[in-house]
């Protein structure tokens, strides 16, 4: 019997096992071919890798070392874009372009000293000493000049200088110059509002947009002002005109729509060029029209007539002693014009009576006139998208003798804007209506009105104002076929503590048309100086008046105002509905 040797037995392979290689590879496959295949696999994945690399590699040194710093710098410069500024009509007044600003990356520079020298001889505003600092620090990116011009890139790039690059940032420009120069304000290098409507912008969401990084070109739409520039440039021409004329230290104007309160044109010279923005450092030249407070003279004898007439307790037929001056202390108070007689009520306006004045604003009391005045918007500080402004001066302690100065514009000093906006509710009806630096319809203008006074004494103070351009001090501003109303003002100019006789401040306001104001204009000439021509005299019947007239001549057919002439005399077109007609 032969012995058969035993027979290897398979291991054993564990069921769960044989169903995982089944269920991967089948049944038949040949897995030597697999394992061929994943090789490939894993080899076409990383060269795929790799060529993603060398790409990568290959658009970094295309565009630099210095691409994040780029980047970083890019960023911000998207975040201070800022909208289009535009008139009432869509001209720009302010936009944005593109321009290069020098930067350098002094870890990268290899010779400091060279790349100072050459930088410098090319740009010679810059400061040698700030740039060598700078190109010394161990920061990896900063700034050596904003804004350069296209020629001056060109010339420093030729240089070819390592570490010094160029980034594109959104500059600020104003095709109109200093035309709206104080209304637009100005930016800082960074594109960041510092005046004006400009920082109106920043103080009114544009700054968090610019955090949340919104603000950028493709997402602002433009900003619409109530400021028409044709009107803007034609006031500004004429003031610069009687600013040389009558050798003013400054002149200002502004013109408001007394129905919406919207701010036509405000001029303010010498003003400045907000692409120059060092001229705006100047402390002449800023905004005399809301950040100045001035006594405003005869034109508050409007208000003081108002109060009388809106009381109730007189009429334009009243009667006031005029016969003298009006002693009060040891203070006399006189007319420049006297009458030695009694006066009406029109005859104080358009004669411009200081006694009658005083008189009428005696016969309402202290506290009726204060109360008046505060509700007419004259004692507070004015608001408006201007961040300038100024709060008004008020005495300390108002009695009887301030009353009496402060009737016929003394003792009080306001912002020139503050008295327009008083004015012009005076005349449109008796609404006070906040003024406004962008455009405002008549609806949206009646939902901010406060009644101040009755339509009848409006109708009143219209008649007035026009009576005095027919025959009193505004007729030299009469222009024909426009029926403009007006009242005068002159007021001496406080100078250590004392009035000065030779320094006056002149101002005229005036409504177009009379009978049914749309438009109320302000014409104000610091320091003018008498002319042959004007035989010796300052005050505003001279200068500010004839001005006012140059001006309306301008702007009323760019207001769409159509000239009328042979009109009646204000008493019959202006009070014909009115009960008193004398």
Known sequence: MTDRAPRPVKPTEPWRQRLIRSLLYGRNVDRAAKARARVGFTILAFLTIYAVIGGRLVMFAAVGDNHGARHTAAQD??????????????????????????FGEPRRIIDKDEAVELLTATLPDLDTAEVRDRLSS????????????????????????????FLRENKRVYPTGAEVAHLIGLVNTDNQGIAGMEKWLDTNGLADL?????????????????????VEHALRDELLKAKEKFHAKAASGLVSNVRTGEIVAMVSVPDFDPNNPKEAHDPDRINRLTTGVYEMGSTFKAFTLAMALDSGKSDLNSLWDARGP???????????????????????????SNVGAARIALSQGV?????????????????TELPESASPILPKHWGELNTVTIAFGHGIAVAPLQAVMGIDA?????????????????QEAMALAKRVIKPETSEKMRFLMRLNAEIGTARKADVKGYYIGGKTGTAEKV???????????????????ADNPKYQLLVMLDEPQALKETYGFMTSGWNAVPTGGNVIARIAPLLGIEPRFDLPPSDRLILAASRTTQ
């Open 367 to 383: 506290e009726a006139h204060k109360a008046f005045l505060r509700k007419m918007g004259q004692m507070d500080r004015l608001r």
């Open 495 to 513: 100078v250590n503590g004392r009035y000065a006789k030779k320094r006056v401040l002149t101002a005229f306001t005036a409504i177009l048309p």
């Open 77 to 102: 410069a998207i975040a201070t874009a800022r909208p289009d500024i535009i008139d009432r009509n869509g001209e720009v007044l302010a936009t944005d372009v593109k321009a290069p600003s020098l």
């Open 326 to 352: 009006l002693h009060y202390g040891k203070f006399t108070i006189h007319d420049d014009e006297p009458k030695g007689r009694f006066l009406t009520m029109k005859e104080v306006f358009t004669f411009s």
């Open 426 to 442: 005076l005349v449109n009806g008796g609404y006070l209506i906040p003024p406004t630096f962008l455009k405002r319809s008549e």
């Open 138 to 165: 161990k920061k990896g990116f900063v700034w050596l000049k904003r804004e350069i011009t296209p020629k001056q890139q060109l010339e420093i790039h030729r240089l070819g200088i390592p570490g010094i690059g």
């Open 210 to 230: 610019h955090r949340a990084g919104f603000a950028t070109d493709r997402l602002q739409l433009p900003v619409e002002l109530s400021v028409d520039l044709r």
